[in-house]
């Protein structure tokens, strides 16, 4: 049953002001610490199986002992309506899954975001407990743009009785590493997979497909080192990968105060076969992007015969068909 806004309580004293989210799960909503004043969050489950109320139970169990501080902490379980809920802290700084929310955050800031989820795995691995679905929902901000780590409801924990049947795979299909997909054992190097691909995405915006292994990230426009890191995250192969989230934050952190390219507030428009029909020579790549409204270089400064542009007009097609953008295009003209 749906809690009221203004009227529930949970265990007398968190009452409900309102629905932060709702899923398929069950909801998530703001409440007030009526004994404190405080705000806290409540996930309120709607278990339809057995399992699924084992699951909820495991989380609770998982993010208790796990705690930190780049875990979103349990500050308790109870019971409303018959249906089990789960309290939890309160993040003022909303979560990744709103763009907005990453619209207002710079490089940097975007760069610490990543290292504070490894923070956040390096505990949960050294508890051998494998998160198997980290992604921009589940990373949730504070007021100073710290993150922390949320969601344990797929983890694996071997301390616990496996709730999958076998070949069932848990976790956002877009956002696993191919092993985690193909339903084999869990291994916290899927986790620095979806790290990468959440680095890459917070960067570029370019979201994963769940089309493994023929879809790779573009790496569009990021510089060294971060270009590199991202790529060894997102490795097809788990022993091409960092070993562990200590040392794939360890790079990351070595990366910081240096240039990294982020695209993502840049308005972005697709790449048509009208537009390259329009790119027939260099000059009439500038028309086309002074119609878009992207800068070009003045007449006399611009050289019709500049090496390379011609080659990059045949990799424009196959851009295409890859679905890149106008602004994609550009960046591979900055690259020559």
Same mark, same amino acid.
């Given at each position: 049953?749906?809690?009221?806004?203004?009227? +529930?309580?949970?265990?007398?004293?968190?009452?409900?002001?309102?629905?932060?989210?709702?899923?398929?799960?069950?909801? %998530?909503?703001?409440? %007030?610490?009526?004994?404190?004043?405080?705000?806290?969050?409540?996930?309120? +489950?709607?278990?339809?199986?057995?399992?699924?109320?084992? @699951?909820?139970?495991?989380?609770?169990?998982?993010?208790?002992?796990?705690?930190?501080?780049?875990?979103?902490?349990?500050?308790?379980?109870?019971?409303?309506?018959?249906?089990?809920?789960?309290?939890?802290?309160?993040?003022?700084?909303?979560?990744?899954?709103?763009?907005?929310?990453?619209?207002?955050?710079? +490089?940097?800031?975007?760069? &610490?975001?990543?290292?504070?989820?490894?923070?956040?795995?390096?505990?949960?691995?050294?508890?051998? %407990?494998?998160?198997?679905?980290?992604?921009?929902? &589940?990373?949730?901000?504070?007021?100073?743009?710290?993150?922390?780590?949320?969601?344990?409801?797929?983890?694996?924990?071997?301390?616990?009785?496996?709730?999958? @049947?076998?070949?069932?795979?848990?976790?956002?299909?877009?956002?696993?590493?191919?092993?985690?997909?193909?339903?084999?054992?869990?291994?916290?190097?899927?986790?620095?997979?979806?790290? /990468?691909?959440?680095?890459?995405?917070?960067?570029?915006?370019? @979201?994963?497909?769940? &089309?493994?292994? *023929?879809?790779?990230?573009?790496?569009?426009?990021?510089?060294?080192?971060? @270009?590199?890191?991202?790529?060894?995250?997102?490795?097809?192969?788990?022993?091409?990968?960092?070993?562990?989230?200590?040392?794939?934050?360890?790079?990351?952190?070595?990366?910081? /105060?240096?240039?990294?390219? *982020?695209?993502?507030?840049?308005?972005?428009?697709?790449? *048509?076969?009208?537009?390259?029909?329009?790119? *027939?020579?260099?000059?009439?790549?500038?028309?086309?992007?002074?119609?878009?409204?992207?800068?070009?270089?003045?007449?006399?400064?611009?050289?019709?015969?500049?090496?390379?542009?011609?080659?990059?007009?045949?990799?424009?097609?196959?851009?295409?068909?890859? /679905?890149?953008?106008?602004?994609?295009?550009?960046?591979?003209? &900055?690259?020559?």
């Amino acid at each position: 049953m749906p809690l009221i806004i203004g009227q +529930s309580y949970v265990d007398g004293r968190y009452r409900i002001v309102r629905l932060l989210g709702q899923g398929g799960y069950g909801a %998530v909503y703001q409440a %007030v610490d009526t004994r404190t004043g405080g705000a806290v969050a409540v996930k309120l +489950s709607e278990p339809r199986l057995p399992v699924d109320r084992e @699951r909820f139970d495991r989380e609770q169990r998982v993010q208790e002992r796990l705690g930190g501080d780049h875990i979103v902490r349990a500050l308790g379980s109870f019971t409303t309506n018959g249906a089990p809920c789960t309290v939890l802290e309160f993040m003022t700084g909303g979560s990744l899954a709103d763009d907005a929310v990453i619209d207002a955050l710079d +490089s940097e800031a975007k760069l &610490n975001i990543v290292v504070d989820v490894l923070r956040a795995l390096e505990a949960a691995h050294a508890a051998h %407990v494998v998160h198997r679905d980290v992604k921009p929902a &589940n990373v949730l901000l504070d007021d100073r743009r710290r993150a922390k780590l949320a969601d344990f409801g797929c983890a694996h924990d071997p301390g616990d009785v496996p709730l999958t @049947r076998t070949n069932e795979v848990l976790g956002t299909e877009a956002w696993m590493a191919p092993e985690q997909a193909a339903a084999q054992p869990a291994d916290p190097r899927d986790d620095l997979f979806a790290a /990468g691909l959440l680095l890459n995405f917070l960067l570029t915006g370019e @979201r994963p497909h769940a &089309n493994w292994p *023929s879809w790779r990230p573009r790496l569009a426009g990021l510089d060294e080192p971060v @270009r590199s890191i991202v790529a060894r995250a997102t490795a097809p192969r788990r022993a091409d990968r960092f070993t562990t989230a200590a040392a794939m934050r360890a790079a990351l952190e070595g990366a910081r /105060g240096r240039a990294v390219t *982020s695209h993502r507030a840049r308005p972005v428009r697709r790449l *048509s076969l009208t537009d390259l029909r329009l790119m *027939s020579g260099p000059r009439e790549v500038r028309q086309v992007f002074r119609k878009l409204g992207y800068p070009v270089l003045p007449d006399e400064d611009f050289v019709a015969d500049q090496p390379g542009n011609f080659e990059l007009w045949g990799r424009a097609a196959e851009l295409t068909e890859e /679905g890149w953008t106008l602004a994609d295009f550009r960046d591979g003209v &900055n690259d020559l």
